[in-house]
């Protein structure tokens, strides 16, 4: 989401300055790209240390460029960025992003009880869970966006079998991703007499579930499915799997947003989620998707099944989630809430945006 707000800041006439507290690829990437960026290697929340000298250097980035407001992108930073801001004496501009479904743990409750003038929120749902923290903090929602597709001439990078459904779930593996619950409804529609394979996108990135994703080429087996599913580990580029999809499943039970289902919907794919959280505020059941009752493999199966059973209607629903992609969930589209709600902001603090 951030990499799409970024990539049409100049065009919304605004300068973004970068910190990162961490290296990697993505900050010389930006800089390449003519953004000014500067990493704070920051260590650990553990190490008290670290988190003060951090704060410092923050405190002088902000004192030196003299930003008119200050986002900070999801609660850590907000640790972080808030006390250096107090020490710059600039609270009075302070904002950060929720991403997810905040809960009690410690890092949501820290970031909630420090200044800000608003959290952003991905959702309503995310909003909802970060105004039941204390003390209230104002909220403001933008949903994401993500750019069309590009059609490529390259071969597909799959060998699938011809003449069955291609089902997948695109994400890491994670347990609250659950692709152990989609394999499970995979075998329950089997026994229901569908053929239809399983792709499962993606791998253990960043190394965050390790022996999760090592359980599943056993539980493959171990439902028989060997020969009817296809792990593709961590690829660089989701696009080219997901165009060898017919359904498309998001099987997270928490899921604050969905992103990979506006993915889908942009390809045309008709898509599964769980009715709740943020996909709800994406699909319409049986229109633009289906919303399965819960993440439980039957739940799932049967949400998954009357799409097996007839391409009208896999046809149908596709085009309606291409469509209302095209209306309300571009990057184009998302940009423009995103940069409006941030310049309302600094309109109220007297800024000229």
Not at 132 to 145: D, E, K, M, N, Q
Not at 289 to 296: E, I, R, T, Y
Request: hydrophobic residues 45%; neutral net charge.
């Amino acid at each position: 989401m951030l990499q799409t707000a970024l990539g049409g800041a100049r065009a919304a006439g605004h300068e973004v300055d970068l910190v990162f507290l961490e290296g990697g690829p993505w900050a010389p990437e930006l800089a390449a790209d003519g953004f000014h960026v500067e990493v704070i290697p920051a260590g650990r929340l553990r190490q008290p240390h670290r988190v003060l000298a951090t704060i410092a250097r923050l405190a002088r980035t902000i004192r030196r460029r003299r930003p008119d407001l200050i986002l900070n992108w999801l609660p850590k930073m907000h640790l972080y960025a808030a006390p250096a801001a107090a020490l710059a004496g600039m609270s009075d501009r302070l904002i950060w992003w929720q991403h997810g479904l905040p809960s009690t743990e410690l890092v949501d409750r820290l970031a909630t009880k420090l200044p800000t003038l608003a959290v952003g929120c991905s959702s309503h749902a995310s909003a909802r869970a970060q105004g039941a923290l204390r003390p209230s903090r104002a909220t403001f929602v933008v949903a994401p966006g993500t750019r069309a597709p590009q059609r490529s001439d390259a071969p597909p990078p799959l060998q699938l079998p011809a003449g069955v459904p291609v089902i997948g779930l695109v994400g890491r593996l994670q347990p609250w991703k659950g692709q152990d619950r989609l394999l499970q409804a995979h075998a329950l529609l089997r026994e229901r007499g569908h053929e239809l394979h399983t792709v499962l996108v993606g791998g253990d990135a960043h190394g965050l579930s390790p022996q999760y994703a090592g359980s599943l080429p056993a539980l493959i087996s171990s439902l028989g499915l060997d020969e009817a599913v296809t792990m593709t580990g961590q690829v660089a580029d989701a696009g080219p799997y997901m165009d060898q999809l017919d359904i498309l499943v998001n099987a997270s039970e928490a899921e604050p947003f969905g992103i990979v289902l506006l993915e889908g919907m942009a390809r045309g794919i008709p898509v599964v989620a769980v009715d709740s959280a943020g996909p709800r505020e994406i699909v319409q059941d049986g229109r633009t998707g289906v919303l399965a009752a819960s993440g439980d493999p039957r739940a799932l199966a049967a949400a998954i099944e009357p799409l097996l059973s007839s391409a009208q209607l896999r046809s149908e629903i596709g085009r309606a989630g291409a469509e209302l992609f095209l209306r309300d969930f571009t990057d184009e589209a998302m940009r423009a809430r995103f940069f409006e709600q941030l310049e309302s902001i600094a309109r109220s603090k007297g800024v000229k945006a």
